[in-house]
């Protein structure tokens, strides 16, 4: 009961403003509009990495047709006999609908420029996979013991702006408790294919015993974790 409390959690301004009291609105939506055009700037390949992970695209010759580019080798017989559908008609077919949600590690121990670059990271992933008609994008922030959503499925980057430029770095890693939080925001979603990426520090010897299991779990219930 307490875990699903927690699952549910998204961060308000209010709450954030009592760890920042002096942020006015407008200095945080910029300080968020400055992270988004970094990190588009600094995650290209990343971005396109991911992109090609997600947006998988099959082409198949499914018919033919009188004209077109490609002829088909197999087809030419049919010249004899005044049939001219020798052509292959090719069809781009977008790949499953997919559900990613970005878990972003907001803990103490993402000082020293870390955060700043996850977050930048983080930002780039859901502008890059919002262009894209078949996927839904979602942003989680954990840290301490809690893990909060900063963009829900279906909402924007620029709806949140003033919310983002109020994330700091503090406290523990809760990894079990974000990744029982995106797994919850995931199950929410009607999209064939579930991502969930992590966005850490974390080294794989630092990961404890209830989030490698959970990993598992969620591995084994088919949601993909990056």
Do not use: W
């Amino acid at each position: 009961s307490g875990t699903s409390s927690m699952t549910h959690k998204a961060f308000t301004l209010e709450s954030l403003k009592r760890r920042k009291p002096n942020s006015p609105n407008q200095i945080d939506s910029n300080y968020a509009q400055y992270l988004l055009e970094q990190g588009l700037q600094q995650t290209c390949g990343l971005r396109r990495a991911l992109q090609k992970l997600i947006v998988e695209r099959e082409r198949r010759c499914d018919r033919l047709a009188s004209a077109g580019t490609r002829i088909r080798s197999g087809a030419l017989a049919r010249l004899a006999v005044g049939n001219t559908k020798v052509f292959g008609k090719v069809t781009e077919v977008r790949g499953v609908s997919t559900a990613v949600h970005v878990l972003l590690d907001g803990s103490g121990s993402m000082g020293g420029g870390k955060f700043d670059l996850a977050i930048k990271s983080s930002l780039a992933i859901v502008h890059s996979l919002q262009s894209v008609k078949s996927v839904s994008v979602g942003l989680t922030l954990f840290q301490e013991d809690d893990a909060s959503v900063l963009i829900r499925h279906g909402e924007t980057i620029n709806q949140n702006l003033g919310r983002i430029g109020l994330c700091d770095f503090m406290g523990g890693t809760p990894l079990y408790t974000a990744l029982l939080a995106g797994a919850y925001q995931l199950s929410q979603r009607t999209e064939i294919r579930k991502v969930l990426i992590i966005l850490s520090d974390l080294r794989e010897g630092e990961i404890d015993s209830y989030s490698r299991q959970a990993i598992k779990d969620l591995t084994k219930a088919g949601i993909i974790v990056v």
